[in-house]
């Protein structure tokens, strides 16, 4: 059994608010399975209190394609709905690889992409297309409804913005942030299912003739939250595609990572992923482009 | 703390006042009795606890019983035909030889019956990432997935024959 006091299911919005605010310990559980496996673990800040169940709130669910060719995805879509949504597979396909590489079909049919980015690990697999997508989270709570950048979401390993209350309902996606890229994603596990990433990385590239007019690098599990490459960016841009460019867009990425030794791998290993997956990905993204 | 909850469980329409600190497992095994559902590893890795909810392979072991609520659920129990007779998707795990101690089996043919319903036809690098999700420590897998490409083919020969030759597992 679960070291829980009690459960609550929200049917809306407005049900989640007064949930949440008569008690305001409760901790949110969306597909469960960073809640549960925490809670069977008996990790402190998922025991002893009370589930308030999210999955039956509409506003959280289904994908939109806006007038302003804004994604709108909500946060309680499965991994399995994203990776064969015909709307992310159009506009956003980085993100339907990048979460097919999910766990197992289980996991895949549970887990939730608000759940993924709302518990912060830096392994999360959407993390990185999310990134690199320049990906808007909105968020409501009692106060009203905001929208903040991805990239400024996360506090550290396991730790968001999220106050007690509030809720992350939906991830936007500006046209301008997926129109004319090209995406590829590398998980580098020791298995292929079941397995989280010793090191990930998401590339988004945008390409003039034979030059680069954009790239968007973004790592897993190179830091404590994923991380986006400023210094390989700029150095990216209007630089001729070649091997030389590629070699040194990865060293360049070595400014902005934060590899650490732990019992996955060793920060040696990641370091030289580090300098060799972004090419890999933005050969990968370009082929057949 | 309990809450009542209403479900269909193997075709058939169930009520419970269920411990709502129980996960799906819990309540299947203690509730209900139906110990066909394994527990493994209890934390999602290894599929033993695969139930079919809605038409998706779920981990029971980290599914809320509560959640049950409004859901049809199929476990082991459930799969075989109307008048006893083993579901095609077990005779072929038999005929294939894929049991070993059988404690994967369950999960495995659970995923392996929602797979086949799920794509009209089966390549094995399908079948293999249909069944990533279910860990197996004795087999080595390759009896497995011939299980559900001999069900498969099965299938495709005669899409109207449902019933496969009866096996008398006595030898
Ligand atoms: C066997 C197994 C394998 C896995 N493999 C992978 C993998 O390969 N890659 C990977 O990235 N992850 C993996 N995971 C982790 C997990 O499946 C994902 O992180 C998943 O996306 C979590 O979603 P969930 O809906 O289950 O979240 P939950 O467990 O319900 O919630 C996770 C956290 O987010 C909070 N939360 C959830 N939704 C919201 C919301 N909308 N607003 C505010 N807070 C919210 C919860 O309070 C909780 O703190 C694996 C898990 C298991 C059990
Ligand atoms: S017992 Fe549920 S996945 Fe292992
Ligand atoms: S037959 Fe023993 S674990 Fe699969």
Redesign the interface.
Known sequence: MYDITDYHEATSLAEFFKLAAADPKARIVAGGTDTLVKSRAEVPAFTGMALIGITRIPELQGIEYQADGTLSIGALNTFVTIEHDPLIQKYVPLLSQAVSLVGGPQTRHMGTIGGNICNAGPAADSAPALFTYNTICEIQGPDGIKDIPIADFYRGPGQTILKPGEVLTRFKIKAADYQGFHGHYTKFARRNALDIANLSCAALVKVHGEQISDLRLCFGAAGPTPLRMPVAEAYAQGKALTDATLAQIGQLCLRDTHDITDWRDSKAFRDHLVTVLPGRDITAALRGA | ?K?EINFTLNGEAVTCAV?????LL?MLRDDFELTGTKEGC????C?AC?VIIDG????SC???A??A?GKAITTIEGIAQADGQLAPIQAAFIEAGAVQCGFCIPGMVL?SDQLLKDHAQLSRAEIR???????CRCTGYQKIIDAVQLADAKRQADPKTVVLPHFNIER
């Open positions: 703390m809450h411990d709502i600190r129980k996960s819990e209890g934390v999602g890795e599929g695969s998706r392979t779920v981990d980290i599914y809320l509560v959640w609520d995923a990432r249909g069944l990533s999700g279910n860990m």
